[in-house]
């Protein structure tokens, strides 16, 4: 059951995203999904693909907990300067951390995921014994405690002739963040996060916080691998959010 402090229209809800999720064949909470997508391995980077025709970018879904602690999914990623992972405002990630929810059968669930996203990085590893990082943490004797992490690129280099939306208008939340931001000019431009909300209406990228941090939440995203200074590195890239419960 779900917990008892869900609302009623909330436990319908998440139970029948749960529901249609399975169908889909791409749930991470599905023990047959390993049987429906395959790595792609390229010289640079892999991605996940489906096995089915067309062969293209596998989407996967996810149901969790999104942590309070460590969340940045903001309109700016809290960039705050230049840091070794992002060293102009260009770089910046919306990220957050997904936990385990608090009862079955989601709890149940996440405990497949886990096992099918460990399995899936052990088929991409390139580097035996080597630290697999950047989508799971926390593994352990208890893989309810294990935590994953989905990112999501705010900014995108603008081609010479494609026409967006002024950065000028785009939500930051600090001094530095803004002028960095004005100095790009008209070389990038901001891509949102396609986010709804509960009642499934377009959650606006300066309420993200508002709406997604404490939140039960469906995730869909795609997996890619890489290895960087001898370390397999994968990538759970944010494709949609919606809020299954408000935080």
Known sequence: MLPAHLLHGEQFEACGVRRGLFVSGFYTGDPLLMNRVKWRFG??????????EPVEHAVLSTI?????????????????GPTSEAQSVADA???CMGEAPCADPLKHD??????????L??????????????????????????TLTFRHQLFRHRARD???????????YTYTAREALDALGYTHYAVPITAYDFEGYTVPPNTYE??????????????????VEEKDVYRASIRSMRVLRHP
């Open 43 to 52: 010289d640079h980077r892999d991605i996940l693909v489906r096995t089915t």
């Open 64 to 80: 969790v907990s999104i942590s309070t602690s460590e969340f940045h999914l903001t309109a700016d990623g809290d960039w705050e």
């Open 93 to 95: 990630e919306a990220t």
């Open 110 to 119: 996440f405990l497949t995921t886990i096992e099918n996203l460990s399995a």
């Open 121 to 146: 990085q052990e088929l991409a590893a390139a580097i035996p014994d080597s630290e697999r990082v950047g989508v799971m943490s926390g593994q352990g004797w208890n893989p309810t405690g294990t």
């Open 162 to 172: 494609e026409d967006y939306a002024n950065l000028a208008d785009w939500p930051v």
């Open 210 to 227: 508002q709406h997604f941090r404490g939140a039960l939440a469906q995730i869909d995203f795609t997996l890619a691998h890489d290895v």
